[in-house]
């Protein structure tokens, strides 16, 4: 068979734009121009574009940029509408109970896109299939021993800006924690806590990462002093990682490194 070749190559094999007369009927200008048209085509199929950054992040883009950074790039590239999703409202429903636990806490007042649980666009809300599963994650929140405490803050809003772009998100709960009631030693320490209602035990550890080093900059805290965990809803596990990046590792993130280079996390 014959040799497949690109257009582009087979206008610069046709076309020599510096040649001498070789015969062909085409001036010196219309050589540069198929010159052009022959650079403009391999760049349109080059394997390699560069995507810019937005200024603003949600934190779970964040997390997806650390997690897939050619497929963030893909999303931004050519953003795609998204289909309605009954499971993520339910997600939404979820978190707005959980809120309403305790009404009397001071909340934010929130605009029509900071709804209770907006920040999670991940695949957990997924996996709240239909009213009965609803109310059985309910239930299951409710023999968990966060379900007896009360909290300090519910759906709190925040903004940080790491490496000259500002990301956005909201912590699910945040727990004053003492020697008696929580894994800190200080009564002065914090506890940020993020709710999973998802099937499968999966959680990314830079999430926490973000809501702890937001808290703690907001209210002017070393994040040593901020506890951070994931409860699994269902299961009622509560995971506390041991090593979470700081702001050094989070902003290598948004540089094109990842958050594990250069040593340990921030605490």
């Not at 993520?88 to 009404?103: D, I, K, L, Q, Y």
């Not at 007896?148 to 912590?171: D, Y």
Request: net charge negative; aromatic share 6%.
């Amino acid at each position: 068979p014959a040799e497949v070749i690109s257009l582009a190559d087979a206008l610069d094999a046709f076309i020599d734009p510096a040649g001498a007369d070789d015969g062909l009927p085409f001036s010196g200008e219309a050589r540069v121009r198929f010159a052009h048209l022959a650079q403009e085509l391999r760049g349109a199929r080059a394997s390699v574009h560069e995507v810019p950054l937005p200024p603003a992040l949600t934190a779970s883009q964040l997390m997806r940029l650390a997690a897939d950074p050619d497929g963030f790039a893909r999303e931004l590239a050519r953003p795609m509408p998204r289909p309605p999703q009954p499971a993520a409202r339910r997600g939404t429903r979820f978190h707005a109970w959980v809120e309403s636990r305790f009404e009397e806490l001071p909340l934010p007042l929130l605009g029509p896109d900071e709804l209770p649980g907006g920040d999670l666009d991940g695949p957990d809300l997924a996996d709240i299939a239909d009213e009965e599963d609803l109310a059985a994650l309910k239930e299951a929140f409710e023999r968990t021993p966060y379900a007896r405490r009360t909290p300090h803050r519910v759906e709190s809003p925040f903004q940080i800006t790491l490496a000259g772009r500002v990301v956005r998100g909201r912590i699910d709960a945040v727990y004053r924690t003492t020697a008696a009631d929580g894994p800190a030693t200080s009564p002065a320490r914090y506890e940020i806590v993020d709710w999973k209602t998802g099937a499968a035990a999966a959680a990314d550890p830079l999430q926490l990462a973000v809501y702890r080093l937001a808290w703690a900059e907001q209210h002017g805290l070393d994040p040593e002093e901020v506890d951070a965990a994931f409860v699994f809803v269902r299961s009622g596990e509560v995971v506390r990682p041991q090593s979470l990046p700081g702001r050094a590792e989070l902003e290598r993130v948004l540089l094109g490194g990842t958050a594990d280079e250069g040593g340990g996390g921030g605490g």
